[in-house]
């Protein structure tokens, strides 16, 4: 790697190569030999964006069904291979991709590559009834860990339930509905496979210590006959105005600790210069404890416990800036809420400070220096330019396009999209846990 | 099976090339004028610097009835000194492209700095200012204090955490600091102010009884001059550290049910103490844990997840709470928390308890099998590599080495002794670990629903606790 302070702001003397086999499968080579460790990051093109009304949830579902065993990896052999290899792996399902991974210790780079072949051609032979109804009961168990048994847990799925409208392909969270994991069937599972996992429609991203003759030969000879096939439609459009009009608005009366007010603004898309323009202004506005947001409400006003924005980048729909405060002791929603407007509409007025500018350059700057700086983490940015943009490279100049943004161009984006009118906001207002429950079941909500 | 036919070339599963050495870094270990201890530790390609700062600062120094006075002045450092404002200090910090982050534990005080290289002078003389000349504000302190009891109720309503702190409860005893919430209660956060922060910062913070720990690519860095210039700049007296004082825990097995009307699912957390990494036993013990319920292929997830479909994933695990070298062979020793921790849905609570205890009695009659226990060596030595590749993994393990008053080579050792652990060894350190009569369980969940069938369990008596 060998890069210079200096060369932060460029590739970092990071390359990829690029290669095609033929039955479509995209391969992208990186190597370091700084460790003797190598990582290979599959990314499927199928995300939640791709789950028809009913069906919410499958794509995730499909994931844990791709560590149940293939033709020659009975049971969970995937985790005890790699885990016995002394290797580290996962998979993720979002709105847009899917994405399995390995990190290994370099002599065992072939391991991870047969064991991701073996599921890409032959998972079908291995799936069966008792790992769908298992990994149904865990996904479960998932859902209720991360969301319904948290306080404001389900707070991401109803902001984006409110910010994309009815029937947009975003509309719903990748973890879906308990109602659509209990209507999924073997046959759902069987079609999503026979639909998405096919080699033309995935990237596969080798990056650390290796040889990458010998790893192109290995992937060529362990992927090279999976069969391309074409069912796959293209998800429906997620296009949509560059802002809402009006502003959305669910009161949430739940048993959490304090009142919250969380918003979602409908930002551009990701791969675009406004998109990280976009990134910049929610840092100067809410990223960190310099940011305005939590000068004012933290640190001034002292009405709240916590206040920051973040950003959630989508390439298939407008990006989400996603505002979460959580008000202190005694304090009340609409103050915290004309704080926010009043801070927003000034920003919009006048833009970032040169210092401001600095700042949140500097940190976008150290959060890509981190993910580039493992070779797992190389390996997923390397995957999502190349399934999302097309083009892997753009991974290892994305430092330098944060960094060509000037300070109008952050105002103008704060100017056009950081408005009332452009946002799906959430209140909390806490209620006692018996209360709750009536409410929930007044409104018929899931649970 | 299904007969799905299978369409690709099927090849056998390949093997293993030759293992390039790899070798837990030795870092180089120094003073300063002023007392400060420096370890540093050149890691090649890693551009972000990892910063590690321990205070022989610990929770038991608190004074009486001001628990969390620790956790605020941890807080306090980097809000505001002689130079900066608060509000300038986090501007300066964030200027460079760095985080900081302070917290106070058991052991003392420890301050995480992550800065790219190029701006390490700039971010270490932050720091030194933090740690030398910190303004402890009235107001700042306030402000403080106020936020700390804002996020109370944001810890006891979440599952993990109020479990976390009601185990600490049952199993110390109340006089020990141990027993009550590392970051305080609202009872005495209530009464810290700035006089209260300041004299524990006095008595307490010193470079002579402190450590840094600086990690990354340093090539091209004079470090010695930007240390001279930072952190050798911070001036103390000198001060014995104090005595540890011995741990006792009450781990009768019982059942404490902390109410929580209606949720969907029960957290469970089921602990004692046991030794620290001091112990011969600590390699076997980390084998024989990993076995239990290290991953999803551990004997627990094989059951309870892969199996039955109770729970998104249970594991089990030792941490340690406080240690240090024992004054004399066989002298007081610290302690680890050897805790089981999940969450299962609330209707199969009974049943997923029931099979998490089968496990344990299995285990303790049948012992491990060597198949179980090379796997298990195998991951634990082989993911070093990986799970070091960054510099803040590195700095965190050998300020956690320091805190705990290891030797400097602790975990490169470690890994040579993990590879030389024997089944019968693994197993006798997870049974004597995990005993199923002395084992305290926590379960957050649905009293109404989940009382009767644990009590049907006998794993002990059961009490119910409000929420």
Not at chain 1, 247 to 256: A, F, I, K, Y
Not at chain 2, 406 to 429: H, I, M, N
């Amino acid at each position: 790697m060998g890069h210079t302070a200096t060369a932060q702001a460029g590739s970092g003397g990071l390359t990829a190569t690029e290669h095609r086999l033929a039955n479509g499968l995209r391969v992208v080579l990186s190597e370091d030999h700084l460790t003797p460790v190598a990582a290979v990051c599959l990314w499927y093109d199928v995300g939640s964006r791709h789950e028809v009304e009913g069906r919410t949830g499958l794509a995730h579902l499909f994931e844990h069904l791709m560590f149940q065993g293939s033709a020659q990896v009975p049971g969970n052999g995937h985790f005890e291979l790699v885990q016995g290899a002394g290797g580290s792996l996962n998979g993720t399902t979002s709105f847009e991709r899917t994405n399995y991974f390995e990190t290994m210790p370099a002599h065992q780079l072939e391991l991870a590559l047969w064991l991701e072949a073996d599921r890409m051609g032959s998972l079908l032979s291995a799936l069966d009834d008792e790992s769908m109804e298992n990994q149904r009961d865990v996904v479960k168990n998932e859902r209720r860990q991360r969301y319904d048994n948290v306080p404001y847990g389900t707070a991401f799925e109803k902001l984006t339930a409110l910010a994309y409208p009815e029937g947009h392909p975003y509309h719903h969270t990748p973890i879906g509905s308990m109602a659509d994991l209990d209507a999924a069937t073997l046959e759902d599972a069987r079609n999503f496979f026979r639909t998405y996992y096919a080699p033309n429609n995935a990237v596969l991203s080798v990056v650390g210590d290796i040889d990458p003759e010998r790893t192109l030969a290995w992937i060529e000879k362990y992927f090279g006959s999976i069969p391309m096939h074409d069912g796959k439609q293209p998800p429906r459009d997620g296009t949509l105005p560059e802002t809402i009009g009006e502003q959305l608005r669910e009161v949430v009366e739940e048993d959490v600790p304090a009142r919250a007010l969380m918003a979602a603004y409908r930002l551009p898309h990701d791969g675009t210069r406004e998109a990280d323009a976009a990134d910049l202004a929610l840092t100067v506005l809410g990223g960190g404890e310099s940011s305005r947001l939590h000068n004012r409400l933290v640190r001034r006003d002292r009405t709240a416990v916590a206040a920051g924005f973040g950003l959630l980048r989508l390439a298939g729909a407008p990006s989400l800036g996603w505002l979460d405060v959580k008000t202190s002791a005694g304090v009340e929603v609409p103050d915290i809420e004309a704080a926010v407007d009043e801070e927003l509409a000034r920003f919009a007025a006048e833009g970032p400070t040169a210092e401001e500018m600095e700042r949140a350059q500097a940190q976008l700057e150290r959060e890509w220096l981190d993910r580039l700086g493992t070779v797992a983490g190389r390996a997923d940015e390397l995957c999502r330019y190349a399934v999302l943009f097309g083009d892997p490279q753009l991974a290892l100049t994305a430092v330098r396009r944060v960094l060509d943004v000037t300070a109008e161009e952050v105002q103008a984006v704060a100017k056009a999209r950081l408005r009332p009118d452009n946002r799906a906001v959430l209140v909390y207002e806490p209620v006692a846990a018996a209360e709750a429950e009536d409410n929930d079941d007044a409104e018929g909500t899931d649970q | 099976m299904s007969d799905a036919a299978v369409t690709m070339d099927l090849h056998p599963q390949p093997q293993p090339g030759e293992a390039r050495p790899w070798a837990f870094p030795a870092p180089e270990r120094g003073t300063l004028g002023n007392g400060l201890t420096v370890l540093r530790c050149h890691r090649p390609g890693q551009q972000v610097v990892a910063v590690e700062i321990f205070l022989d600062a610990p929770l038991d120094a608190e004074p009486e009835g001001l628990d969390g006075v620790a956790t605020i002045m941890a807080r306090a450092l980097h809000e505001g000194t002689d130079k900066h404002s608060a509000e300038e200090f986090a501007a300066e910090l964030e200027r460079c492209g760095a985080t900081l982050d302070s917290h106070a534990d058991h052991p003392g005080v420890r301050i995480s700095l992550e800065v790219p290289v190029s701006r390490l002078p700039k971010a270490l003389g932050l720091l030194a200012e933090a740690l030398r000349a910190p303004l402890f504000a009235d107001s700042e302190v306030e402000r403080l204090v106020r936020n700390r009891l804002d996020e109370i109720p944001h810890e006891t309503a979440n599952p993990a955490r109020r479990a976390a702190k009601e185990l600490s409860r049952q199993l110390f005893p109340a006089s020990s600091r141990m027993s009550r919430p590392r970051q305080g209660t609202e009872e005495t956060v209530e009464g810290i102010d700035s006089a209260a922060v300041r004299a524990f910062y006095e008595a307490h913070v010193r470079p002579a009884t402190a450590t840094a720990v600086v990690v990354g690519d340093l090539e091209g860095v004079d470090l010695d001059a930007v240390l001279a210039d930072t952190l050798g700049a911070w001036t103390g007296d000198s001060a014995e550290s104090r005595p540890m004082p011995p741990i006792t825990a009450d781990d009768t097995g019982r059942v404490v049910i902390v109410d929580r009307p209606g949720a969907v699912q029960t957290q469970l957390l089921i602990g004692r103490i046991g030794p620290d990494r001091h112990d011969r036993v600590w390699p076997a013990q980390v084998l024989g844990t990993y076995c239990l319920g290290g991953t999803l292929t551990s004997r627990l997830d094989r059951v309870l997840r892969e199996e039955k479909g109770y729970t998104y994933g249970v594991r089990a695990f030792g941490q340690v709470l406080r240690s240090d070298a024992p004054a004399s062979p066989g002298g007081a020793a610290g302690a680890s928390m050897l805790a089981i921790s999940g969450s299962v849905d609330t209707p199969h609570t009974g049943p997923a308890l029931d099979d998490l205890f089968k496990v344990l009695r299995t285990l303790a009659a049948e012992g491990l099998t060597d198949a179980e226990r090379d796997v298990a060596v195998q991951n634990l030595v082989g993911v070093a590599p990986l799970k070091y590749e960054t510099a803040a993994s590195v700095a965190g393990t050998l300020a956690d080495q320091v805190e705990q008053g290891l030797p400097d080579d602790y975990q490169a050792q470690l890994y040579a002794r993990l590879a030389g652990t024997g089944t019968v060894e693994a197993t006798a350190a997870v049974v004597s670990a995990f005993p199923v009569d002395r084992l305290v369980t926590v379960l957050v969940g649905d009293a109404s629903e989940i009382e009767e069938p644990v009590r049907a369990l006998g794993i002990g008596e059961v009490t119910v606790v409000t929420g």
